[in-house]
DNA sequence: ATGACCACAACATGTGGA
């Protein structure tokens, strides 16, 4: 394949979304999706109507919080549920350990490795789900620096719904979330250590300033466009290399029953296998 | 019009989202 367009969206329950995301999908012409949230076990994931529009689907679903998938046209190989150092929250299970939440999920499609990330919300600053977003933030980074030093060459990204935005433009009003998450300095910190272990934004610089990719449901939030951009594609240099464009899908938020998250895309540039492309001197 | 929360489990209302 010469392209691959390249897609993470928050779609808020897939049971009670699936017409909504295939629809989109197929519309949209993607190869691969990232999903989050999709608040449901393997058992209740709506596998027909994927597999019906040509999609494969791998994921991780606990019980009706968090969960985290892909779809993809592409065969998908490696699947990984979880990533080392990743902590738990919880009551401590029988042998002292916390459990373990379904919020990340790696594949490998087309030769390159992508990650469908659901970070912990962190509620209030000072929570308890607070330290245990950054601490999820920062085994995130440990292991991003050492797969990435492990596998040279290998484009590579992380995507999914961060809930932190990193700038201050990420949100309609820093006077609205002063105090609150999301804009905290130590999020912005756990934020950054991403892009130090090689990671970069493959959209910001592709789409306007103030284009948020969630609003949420309360208050006119979204005809007001009173939202924040919290849903990323951080790229290794090899993944950002390969982007040609990048899109957030502001229009899915409209109409009758949307997420509260719209997708973000991005198109790769693939090289060629020597198959069936006539060669162009 | 982009429009005044939504989804889950469960069946009343609490939890979680951000």
Redesign the pocket.
Known sequence: MAGMRIATW?V??????VDRVVDWLVRADVDVLGMQ?I??TPE?FPFEAFEAAGYAVELHGL????GVAFASREPMTDVEVGFPGAPGFGAPLEDGSLPREARAIGVTVAGVRLWSL?V??G?EIGDP?YVYKLEWLAALARTTSEWLAAHPGVPFALMG?F?IAPRDSDVWSMEFFAGR??VSPPERDAFAALLEAGLEDVVRDRVPEGLFT?W?????R????EG?R?DFILGSRDFAELVTDARIERNE???K??S??VPVVVDLALAPEDDDRPMVF
């Open positions: 928050n808020n329950s897939i049971r009670s979304r949230e608040k449901c209740q019980n009706q919080w968090n659901y912990p919300n509620r789900h719904d809930n998450t999301h969630y949420d449901y309360q208050q006119l979204f005809p007001r466009n924040m919290i938020r409209k109409g029953g949307p509260d998250h």
